[in-house]
């Protein structure tokens, strides 16, 4: 090599550990990337790193966390991009793919609060924080008499405003949570049937430029067949629903041996309205399965249910 693999990312303590361990990754399947100055980390700060007085729906949507990564592609400042796969948009830019996904993490959402109550517990009226419009939708069909503000911030910033009592409670994903050490602060983890994860949560995509064969070869061995069949029903159901952070959108595939199960909902974002479907099939049509899920809903939605 030439020059060091550049891999590129945001630089959030959770960003930083998921470039770490695709580097790491990376170094065990290709023993000679050990030699110093063969792989290069290289931050960048985002558009979404830089917002946080809002939430990502009136920010503009996932593309604030990938932009910048994106740029620094496509003019050669970094050869890989490594991404929480939930913040990747569902149409990637002209001459960018992701070409890898690592072994998929814990998909629950995980609760905190300041004084050890669950959800069903927490006292009428109390504030429950988070970014997302999912976990707002879903608290709010479970607990309309809660209140949910916006929570933005990385994962250590959001525990400390929680700490300081700034909001009653919160949510975080547990896939982070596992990969920044930090599970022992959790009050209750949140099952697939009390809370729908993000599309692709849990997961961690590598893109690239579609061009770049010789990157292409080197991830090639840690692609993970089980997570790409999941991700991809996903997205399928997320592209079909042309799906955003402006949207509450939860769905979640899993997998039986060949066979993959899909569940998907939709809600309003005071959770009053909801919407689901469930799809089995092979995993081998895994895109058709979650396109189908999504047409499914998107055929029984209220027109501009989105923008309302």
């Given at each position: 090599?030439?020059?060091?693999?550049?891999?590129?990312?945001?630089?959030?303590?959770?960003?930083?550990?998921?470039?770490?361990?695709?580097?790491?990754?990376?170094?065990?399947?290709?023993?000679?990337?050990?030699?110093?100055?063969?792989?290069?980390?290289?931050?960048?700060?985002?558009?979404?790193?830089?917002?946080?007085?809002?939430?990502?729906?009136e920010a503009g949507g996932k593309g604030l966390f990938t932009k910048e990564l994106e740029d620094a592609l496509l003019d050669g400042r970094a050869d890989l991009a490594v991404h929480s796969m939930?913040?990747?948009?569902?149409?990637?830019?002209?001459?960018?793919?992701?070409?890898?996904?690592?072994p998929r993490e814990d998909t629950r959402d995980a609760f905190f609060s300041r004084?050890?109550?669950?959800?069903?517990?927490?006292?009428?009226?109390?504030?429950?924080?988070?970014?997302?419009?999912?976990?707002?939708?879903?608290?709010?069909?479970?607990?309309?008499?809660?209140?949910?503000?916006?929570?933005?911030?990385?994962?250590?910033?959001?525990?400390?405003?929680?700490?300081?009592?700034?909001?009653?409670a919160t949510l975080l994903a547990l896939a982070g949570l596992r990969r920044l050490g930090l599970t022992d602060r959790i009050t209750a983890v949140l099952e697939h049937e009390e809370m729908l994860p993000a599309v692709a949560q849990g997961a961690i995509g590598i893109e690239i430029r579609s061009a770049d064969e010789a990157t292409r070869?080197?991830?090639?061995?840690?692609?993970?067949?089980?997570?790409?069949?999941?991700?991809?029903a996903e997205?399928?159901?997320?592209?079909?629903?042309?799906g955003s952070c402006r949207t509450p959108i939860a769905g979640l595939a899993t997998l039986d041996g060949d066979r993959l199960h899909l569940k998907a909902k939709v809600l309003s974002n005071d959770g009053r309205q909801v919407f689901r479907a469930e799809r089995n099939g092979s995993a081998a049509d895994a895109a058709a399965i979650g396109a189908d899920a999504g047409a499914e809903i998107k055929a029984v939605l209220p027109p501009d249910f989105f923008k309302s």
């Open positions: 090599m030439t020059q060091p693999l550049r891999i590129g990312t945001r630089g959030s303590p959770l960003a930083l550990a998921q470039a770490h361990e695709t580097r790491d990754r990376l170094i065990a399947a290709h023993p000679h990337l050990a030699a110093p100055g063969t792989i290069e980390i290289v931050v960048f700060k985002t558009t979404g790193d830089r917002i946080l007085d809002r939430t990502l729906a939930k913040d990747v948009p569902t149409w990637m830019p002209d001459g960018l793919e992701i070409s890898t996904l690592l004084g050890g109550h669950t959800v069903d517990t927490l006292p009428a009226g109390s504030v429950v924080g988070t970014a997302g419009l999912r976990r707002q939708a879903q608290i709010l069909e479970r607990r309309p008499d809660l209140t949910v503000v916006p929570f933005r911030g990385n994962v250590q910033s959001r525990l400390a405003k929680l700490e300081a009592g700034e909001v009653d070869a080197l991830l090639a061995p840690l692609n993970c067949a089980a997570t790409t069949a999941r991700v991809t997205r399928a159901l997320l592209a079909m629903l042309d």
